[in-house]
């Protein structure tokens, strides 16, 4: 199969790269489950830009500056933050139903999350994720020029030197030619070559036993990358969110950082004895329930660890009814379907593994160092979100580079792709025992959490370093001799994932925005990036 550009992920970046390109261009989108089944879908809270007159480019800066603890890329920061206005209105253009405000200047009504100085959050109630999704969606679905493959699972990148020796004279680059992909229904493995290819598969949550991401979430992109030559930036940076529904029916269901912003409040529970129902914010941030993710996070896993509790408490049901209902409709829906009624009781919730800050080094087009391969989103570190991702910035990227990636890829000459060879499986044979998958699987994800978590320790980092190279021999000579599956390759990216985590965790000799280590409890004068070079081989 060949394409002119190929695209791994659906989700927001995804869609927006592809939309941007399919005037002129033959496009790949490979999902591995629906189109509707990435992180993007779920996003609840909404997208920053400086929509208002009372707001300015300076300060929504400023304040990425500040959540990402010093470590942000001022120039990546400008230029997502100038561009910001424009990706909105593109949105807009779409058809995307944004809440409505008439006495607003655009017409849209604006919340506050955590970390923001204004009311910037352009948002669809409390679904903006699946508003933004479902819209185009819809005009990618109607596209002559994009190619849908759902139910395909990315293997790995094919590189010029997986096509034979290169020249001795000229040290001739690698190139990325396009992947190979599983068809998860049929197990057949397709080769599809591109002059161009964008990882746009989001972040590694479920390399996390608790995690608000969806099962899709493993890392594929930031992987196969690496595996591919590319260097990866500040993995150790991993955000957890505050407020995750706390309930034994509610998969990783979230409570979006807005129910803060509209004066939603953390207080102890019942469980805490004579303290029960008091705030706890003030004790630990002047900004109290509106400080950034991080210090929240870190106060309700304090929280939760000195008092021995399950879970702690946010309640906004002092505000009327009405509003709830209308604001957070989703949220209301959902609580009220397991027996929890926003309105007149508060929501039982914890912290939970949310977004990936760090992934594969790119420049503001999106370029990897790999000719041929971009990365957009979540996969990416452009260093916009530097060591604390800023509520709702994450989205506004997604637009913002997706366009300038389609751009890049516009301005260049089509040159066509080599002969690509086949996937050859003739040495390998069917799985004995599966259950080896779901083992490994289990045990990486719970010695993550317990290990390499929201507080950290060389000790705890060492103990998960060892266990992630014992795992990783073994999935790797599994993947070696069975015929692959989804789960497999999944298993085999999230291991891979987990050792760039731990390796970034133990080169980072203090504490900064989403790394706290108990042993390195203070901050460095300057900040730096952890930047990671794989072996060439």
Not at 1 to 26: E, N
Not at 75 to 104: C, K, M, N
Not at 183 to 210: F, I, P, S
Request: charge should be negative.
């Amino acid at each position: 199969m060949k394409f002119d550009v190929a695209i791994v992920g659906s989700g927001l970046a995804g869609l927006s790269v592809a939309l941007h390109l399919a005037q002129t261009r033959r496009v790949a989108i490979i999902s591995k489950r629906e189109l509707l089944d990435g992180a993007s879908n779920w996003a609840q809270g909404g997208i920053a830009a400086v929509l208002d007159s009372g707001d300015s480019h300076a300060e929504h800066i400023a304040d990425t500056l500040v959540a990402g603890a010093g470590l942000c890329d001022e120039g990546a920061t400008r230029y997502i933050v100038e561009h910001g206005r424009e990706a909105i209105e593109w949105l807009i253009e779409q058809g995307v139903p944004f809440t409505r405000d008439t006495s607003a200047e655009l017409g849209f009504h604006l919340t506050r999350e955590g970390g923001h100085s204004q009311r910037r959050i352009i948002h669809a109630a409390d679904a903006t994720g699946h508003a933004v999704q479902v819209t185009l969606e819809s005009k990618v679905r109607a596209h002559p020029n994009i190619s849908l493959f759902e139910h395909h699972c990315a293997i790995d990148l094919i590189t010029s030197d997986k096509l034979g020796p290169r020249p001795v004279h000229g040290n001739a680059q690698p190139k990325c030619h396009g992947l190979y992909v599983q068809d998860v229904r049929t197990g057949e493995v397709h080769t599809v070559a591109a002059e161009h290819t964008v990882m746009c598969t989001g972040g590694a949550g479920k390399v996390y036993l608790y995690t608000t991401n969806p099962d899709t979430a493993s890392g594929d992109g930031i992987a196969m990358a690496w595996r591919a030559g590319c260097r990866v930036a500040n993995m150790e940076f991993i955000q957890f969110h505050p407020t995750c529904l706390y309930h034994p029916y509610a998969k990783s269901f979230l409570i979006t950082e807005a129910m803060r912003g509209e004066g939603g409040l953390l207080k102890l529970p019942p469980e805490a004895g004579a303290a029960a129902g008091q705030r706890f914010m003030l004790a630990h941030d002047p900004r109290a329930e509106l400080a950034p993710r991080d210090v929240v996070a870190r106060a309700i896993d304090f929280e939760i660890k000195k008092r021995g509790l399950d879970y702690v408490h946010l309640d906004i049901s002092h505000k009327p009814a009405e509003f709830l209902i209308e604001h957070f409709p989703t949220i209301y829906a959902r609580c009220l379907e397991l027996g929890i009624d926003i309105t007149k009781e508060p929501i039982p919730v914890v912290p939970a593994a949310h977004y990936t800050c760090g992934g594969v080094v790119t420049d503001m087009l999106g370029r990897t160092d790999l000719p041929g391969l971009y990365a957009v989103g979540e996969t990416a570190c452009t260093g916009l979100h530097g060591a604390n991702r800023l509520a709702s910035n994450s989205l506004l990227e997604c637009v913002v580079i997706g366009r300038a990636c389609a751009q890049d890829i516009l301005a260049q000459d089509k040159n066509g792709t080599p002969y690509l060879p086949d996937w050859d499986e003739s040495r390998v044979t069917d799985a004995d025992e599966e259950v080896v998958i779901a083992h490994n699987w289990d045990e990486l994800r719970r010695f993550m959490w317990n290990y390499v978590g929201i507080v950290r320790t060389t000790k705890r980092l060492e103990r998960a370093q060892h266990r992630i190279a014992l795992l990783k021999e073994e999935i790797d000579e599994y993947y070696r001799n069975f015929r692959i599956t989804a789960d497999l390759l999944e298993l085999r990216n999230l291991v891979d994932v987990a050792a760039l985590i731990v390796n970034s965790a133990l080169q980072r000799r203090e504490s900064r925005g989403l790394h706290y280590s108990r042993d390195y409890p203070g901050t460095l004068p300057k900040a730096l990036p952890t930047i990671l070079t794989p072996n060439r081989r």
